[in-house]
Structure formats: structure tokens, C-alpha cells
């Protein structure tokens, strides 16, 4: 029993799950002959948790065994290496019961050797002429103006790209759909706003709060923590459970416990919403607890900066509590697990205790006594960094032995000074302060699912209230990376200001670029509390700022390339005051006025000295209007420079009443102010710039020369002048912007949030 125990934990389930195939003898059975016909493929290399993991499903799916063998080496040779080509496999052998198998036909039914690449994908999801059409005629009915409430059927063809596209991941055809749709649909109209929430239960979209209540999760209740699969219970779970819910109350309880050792980043506000936003749909508390056991690492500006950033996103901690607070208790508790005889002092160097094939220690039995002596002499500083540990008697999920709960750093703590030497590790920290603070749900990311087995085993080697651990899939973007260590290598290297410069997806960056705290939340519930790991698109969450910012990014007109034009038929010092409203969809939330006169500036894109098809702003044969004002304007001289480069033009004005209807309407700024504008574009070149085989020189090689472009002599409206640091407005045609921490009151910095949805050869 316990080598097959062995043989299904070397494939990747976990000894839980390993223990329960166990007892149904048909499925043991022929998952071990499977693993075995594995074996003789894959020979020295072993079956990885991939093919485990399709093994596994295939012989608790497959009826006829005489077929185990066959299937087993297509899996091994990764010709099936998809649960979508597993299903069709398992159908292909269903409905071809007779021997001998055409390989031939088995292999086109079910995919074999084909690779759809992102491009196919684009290809194939594309709106037809005619959809681009009546949509933009305001003929695309209301539910389809509603991003990622579910596949638009103004592309139909989505679901034709799903059949020409058979096997490519579903999520990559609903992302490239969502994209179509985003590029299709211009920004949503009050109406739109209005009608939005009555259509989402037809999409059967629900709010974060709403995902989070209720039995969406299958979440066990505040002390029933035994109903969960794979909870350890002990002879005294019971009477510990008992005291838990006599402290709380029957309350939930969660926590967020970040490392204070760098800046929060996108897939943090997920774990935001989750912890925080699973305790309040609940009537819950939360905990903002710093994992503070590392003090070389961490800095007091990453203490500060996280507590912002929760609050940021809208969330007020029950209580701000650290590790540390609970260095003499953990200490104590060490001891405890010493004298039970769960822990020993080792001596093993560091790099002999990295990987998972470590042998075990030559110090693991030794005497109880002698180990409380020598963790006493670390504890008072008596061994050199390096030179001694205390390590568990367990072996980790992930097959990873005897972890180490102590080690010694000279290193004076943030918070403690000098009072300690020894610091405890996260293995054996994390789950005495979640059994400590009574915590109820122990939320945290897949990665950490190999410490599942280690979490409930330490509470109970010490006899405590042990809380439940739940992982879910972790949120990961394309074209960026979020790792500490990188982040701190682009900032060193010069290639960012720092960790809130824009371009990264800290949330320190994304506050400065300007998202709102709304839409990262919003992301983070359309992306979902699901246990699948996520990689998005930067454009789905760029999509959920504009719907934030379309509601609340007042308007105003600002010039990024200007083109100065004088309007002849008006006097030297005319001057009146057109009045624009704050949101022209709704015109009751409010206006500002700005001046017009006789000179003022448009985009030099705006103006083609020479008529080309299908442009429809100014040219010297060509009207066009100008946006609030009331007049359309036409050239009647065209000024150059001594390069022969267009410097000015002079027009003239008519009343838009009485003129014919232009075929097109520009902004434009009269008396501005001179501004500095920064636009951002993706970092990376590449979408995985950590991937080797995508970027096999390493993710510094993969920068975007021209993710940063500085205007420095932009024009902008004057209804922006008292405006404060990080306040928001749509620049009419041009964005979103947020004004920069780096403005002074001489010179106003606008970052670029977003652009508008709209293809930049209509605007």
C-alpha cells in the first residue's frame, strides 16, 4: 500500500488524494498500470504532474481497459496533452470499439500535432463588414454594448472561430472576442449606464460581493472546518473548534498578510478583494497582517505603501497586526514542538537543504534535550549565520522533508531591534498566526497548496485551533512582470523611475497612471473567485477603467501636437466664452466654459494639405467643425516655415446653422495652458517576457524602446487649472489622463491612463 501511495504522490496528487484512489480498487488499479505503461516511454525522465494529471483522468473516465495501454503512450508521448483531447480520444475509442486502432485517424480526431497560434486565433475572430456597420449606427442592440458580460452576438463569428479553431484554448478565443468587441463599440452612452443593470442577469454576472456570499464557494461555515476535504481532525479538533467559536462568536474571519518587502502589484488587489471582500459580503472582519519575518528585506516606505494601497481599493482593516507581535509566542511554541519530539537543531548548510531530494539530516533523532539546549544558544546568539536550524519532523506536500521553522540573521528587525537573532520561517509562521488570531479562512494563491499539508500539520503537532486553508487560481497580466526582485532590476537599471512609474502594474503605478480604485476591483470580479490560474490581457482591465472613467472623467479639450490658426473674419480682440459640458451624455452633471478667440490651436493631425479618400477633417477643399463652439471653419491660406513645413493657418468662420453640415468635428483650445504629457504603451515587447522561449536572452533584453513618449509642449484647456494631483479628465478625442505627482504649479503633467476604444483613424 504504501509504495503505491508513493507511486500516485510521484505523478502529483497529494497523499490525501493518493489515500482515497486507493480504495476504489478498480481505479487504483488501472491508474497503476497506467503510470506503469507511462514509465516504459518516458524511461530515466519520469512522469511529470502534467501527464499525471491526464492520467489520472483518463483512467477514472475510461470503461474499456483493453484500450489503457493505447492511451497511456499517446499521453506519454504528449500527443494527447489537453483534457479537451483526452474527451475527444475517450469518444474516438467509444465509437471504434473494433481493433486493430488507425493511428492516422485517431490523431486527426483528436488534434494530434496541431498548434493554433495567437495569430490564427485574431484571424478568425473578426466582425464582418456589415456588424462594423450597423453597430456604428447605434443598431447593435443594448446587451451587446455590455463589455465581458458574455460573447457579444455582434460576432457571431466567435463561435465559427471556435469551430475552425477546435482545439485552441477557449479563454484565448473569449479574450480575442472581448478585444473585438472593445475595438467595435464606441464608449457606452447614458443609456447604455441605464440599461446595463437590467441586462446583467441575462449574462448572469454577478458582483464581487455577490460571488463572494452565499454558497458560491463551498465554503465550510465558522467552526464547522472538519466538513472540509482533507482537514486533518485529531481527538481534540472538537473541543479546540468549540473554544475558536466561543471567542468569535460564529464571526468569519480572514486575513491579508503581505511580505513587507516590496510594492503590491494587480495580482495582489485580486487577494485584496478576495480576503477583504470575502469577510465584508459576510459581515466578517479582516486582518491587514505583515508577514514580517525577513527584517534584511524589509523596508518601512513597503509598510506604509501597503496599508495605502488597501485602503486605496476601498478596504479599512479590522486590525493592522504583524508577525512580530507574536516572535515570543512563536518562540515558546518552538520549544513545545521540541519537547514533543516534532522538531531537532540541524547543522546541514544552506544549499543542502534546497530542493526536494534532500537526504535527511544526520541531526534528525537526535535527543530531545540536546536540541532545547541548542536552540537556547541560538536564540542567544552562540552560532554563526548558517551554522544551526530547527527544522520539523514532516515531509511537505510537495515531498519537500523536514522544513526549517529557525534561522539565525544578525539583522536588526524594524520593529524589535536587537531582540532577536533568530527568526521564524513562513512555514512555520503563517499558520500559528492564523491559528493565533483565530482566522476562519486561510485564503492564499494555488502555489502555496504544496504548504497545505504542513499548515494542518504544525497546529496539530501543538494542539492548537487549526484554521482552514483555500487556494485560488492567482491573477497574472501579460506583457509585464511583478516580480520583487525583477521590479528592483528595471529600477537599478534605469529602465523605470522607480516602483510607481506607469508602465509596471504595481498598484502604486496603476494609482499614478490614473486608474480608479473602482476598476481594478471591478477587474478583479470579472475575472472572478475561481481556483483557475489567470493570465489576462492588459486591455480587459483597461476596458473596466474606461467604463469607471466614461462615468466619472469630466471633459476638456487639450492639443497634444498644436497647429496655430488664425480665424481672419474676426476681430483683432474678440473674445467669448463657449460653454462645454462636463459629460455631453448627461449635460446635468454640470459644465465649465472656456475662451474662444481669434487664434487658436488644433491637432496637426487634424489638418492634410492634400485631400486623400476617406479623410473627413480639414483640408484647404474640406470644412470642418469645431467641437462646442458653434461655427465651422474653412482655409483660406496655408502659412510654412523655413522647411517648408506647415506653421499656421488662416480661416474663416460661419455660424454651423447656416453652413452646410461638416463632415467632421475637431476639438481645439483657444488662450491654453502649456502642459507636459506622458504616454505609455506596453513595457514589453513580447507577452511573456520571462517565458525563454518567447525571450531567450532574459526579460531585459524584451523593452519596449517606445513604451514612454514625452510631449513637452501640449496645449490643454483652461478648466483644468485647480486641478489636484491624481484628479481625471477625458481629453476630448485624445484619452484619459490623471495629472502627475511631478506637477507644479507653473506646469501641469498629465500621465495617459487609457486611450478611447474608438480606432484612432476616426477620431
Known sequence: MADTVELFTSIGLSEQKAKETLKNGALSSTLRDAIVQA???????????????????MASRLKDTKRLEFLSINIAQRKISSELQLAAALEFLKSHPQDPISQSDFDEACGVGIVITPEQIEDAVICDQETQRTAAKGEVPIQHRIAH????????????ARSALKWADGKVIKNEVDMQVLHLLGPKTEADLEKKRQVWSFFGTKSLMEQLRGEALKFHKPGENFTTEGYVVTPNTMNLLKKHLEFTGG???TRFPPEPNGILHIGHAKAINFNFGYAKANNGICFLRYDDTNPEKEEEKYFTAIKDMVEWLGYTPYDVTHASDHFQKLYDLAVDLIRRGHAYVCH??????????????PWRDRPIEESLVLFERMK????????????MKMVM????????????????HHRTGDEWCIYPTYDYTHCLCDSIENITHS???????????????????????????????????????VSKRKIIKLVETGVVRDWDDPRLFTLTALRRRGFPPEAINNFCARVGVTVSQTTTEPHLLEACVRDVLNESAPR???????????????????????????????????????????????????????????????????????????????????????????AELEVTCCSSETAEKPKAFIHWVSKPLACEVRLYEKLFLHKHPEDPSEVPNGFLSDINPHSLEVIRNALVDTSVKTAKVFDKFQFERVGYFSLDPDSTANKLIFNRTVTLKEDPGKI
Open 251 to 253: 464571526q468569519i474571519r
Open 39 to 57: 514509465q516504459n516511454v518516458l524511461g530515466t525522465s519520469g512522469v511529470d504532474k502534467t501527464i499525471g494529471t491526464l492520467l489520472y483522468s
Open 149 to 160: 458580460g458574455g460573447v457579444s452576438k455582434c460576432l457571431c463569428v466567435a463561435g465559427e
Open 380 to 391: 542567544k546568539g552562540l552560532f554563526a549565520e548558517g551554522e544551526a536550524t530547527l527544522r
Open 443 to 481: 485564503l492564499c494563491t494555488k502555489e502555496f497548496q504544496a504548504r497545505r499539508s504542513s499548515y494542518y500539520w504544525l497546529c496539530n503537532a501543538l494542539d492548537l485551533y487549526c484554521p482552514v486553508q483555500w487556494e485560488y487560481g492567482r491573477l497574472n497580466l501579460t506583457y509585464t512582470v
Open 348 to 361: 546541514q548548510k544552506g544549499e543542502e537543504l534546497k530542493g526536494h531530494n534532500v537526504p535527511p539530516s
Open 397 to 412: 506536500e510537495d515531498g519537500k522533508m523536514d522544513p526549517v521553522a529557525y534561522r539565525i540573521k544578525y539583522t536588526p
Open 556 to 646: 476638456a479639450m487639450a492639443v497634444l501636437e498644436p497647429l496655430k490658426v488664425t480665424i481672419t473674419n474676426l476681430p483683432e480682440n474678440a473674445k467669448s466664452d463657449v460653454r462645454v459640458p462636463d459629460f455631453p451624455a448627461n449635460e446635468a452633471k454640470g459644465s465649465h466654459t472656456v475662451p474662444f478667440t481669434r487664434t487658436i490651436f488644433i491637432e496637426q493631425s487634424d489638418f492634410r494639405e492634400v485631400m486623400e479618400k476617406g479623410y473627413k477633417r480639414l483640408t484647404p477643399e474640406q470644412p470642418v467643425g469645431l467641437r462646442h463652439a458653434g461655427y465651422v471653419i474653412s482655409v483660406q491660406k496655408i502659412i510654412k516655415d523655413s522647411e517648408g513645413k506647415v
